[in-house]
């Protein structure tokens, strides 16, 4: 991949070049995760890679807004480093997709940050990637909204791409913060409905570490 030549590996805190987190910032990080079971809702497992803290919370702003795709193997090194339990669990899924943007909206950004981080997540698990959902309308940013707008707003945002074969497959969704977690449903109801079995949905970071709940 062409940003892979453009931005040479390094700490994203301290600019040491090697890795985009280095282990002495790792540990200064103090990085915490959730993995999660869920009943009763169209995913079964949530995985988040970090908690939604300031640190995080500017390094999401760079990548999304501020014009830095390259952080996309910052998220995934943060999200996988000594985490082997969870790496030989995503392992055994089928396919990796992720949450689409409107076409008039990822031209204007550039870049869909969800669908780099599923390429650098695909090629560490070595899973293929596959865009199987698309946002046909611009809805508004669910940042912006309440937890009920937010409901109302992702509704009907995702269609099926034709022809895809999903049939009893297992997949895991990539997004980039899981908040209430409307965004992941109204996804992962699309493809529960044109066959998947289970859906891991995989997020680098949860605006809270409480449980999920539905």
Do not use: W
């Not at 990796?96 to 943007?101: A, F, L, R």
């Not at 869909?112 to 293929?128: C, F, T």
């Not at 049939?167 to 899981?178: G, S």
């Not at 992962?188 to 949905?201: D, R, T």
Request: with cysteine.
């Amino acid at each position: 991949m062409i940003l892979d030549f453009i931005f040479e590996p390094r700490c994203v805190f301290c600019k040491k070049i090697g890795k985009y987190i280095c282990e002495n910032c790792y540990e200064k990080l103090n990085n915490k995760y959730l993995f999660q079971k869920v009943e009763k809702d169209y995913f079964d497992y949530i995985y988040c890679g970090s908690f939604y803290n300031d640190l995080i919370k500017k390094q999401i702003h760079n990548f999304k807004f501020h014009d830095k795709p390259y952080l996309y193997k910052y998220f995934i090194e943060l999200s996988l480093t000594k985490n082997e339990k969870i790496f030989n669990f995503l392992k055994k899924f089928d396919l990796i997709t992720y949450i689409p943007m409107n076409n008039q909206k990822e031209l204007k950004r550039g870049y869909n940050q969800s669908k780099l981080l599923a390429k650098e997540l695909g090629k560490r698990l070595k899973i293929d990637v596959l865009k199987i959902l698309e946002k046909p309308r611009i809805i508004k940013t669910q940042s912006s909204l309440s937890e009920e707008e937010r409901k109302i707003n992702a509704r009907g945002a995702f269609e099926f791409i034709d022809g895809k074969d999903i049939k009893n497959k297992n997949i895991i969704l990539v997004d980039d913060i899981l908040t209430t977690g409307s965004t992941a449903r109204s996804a992962s109801k699309i493809l529960k409905l044109n066959g998947a079995n289970k859906i891991c949905v995989f997020a680098i970071s949860k605006t809270t570490m409480r449980k999920y709940s539905t």
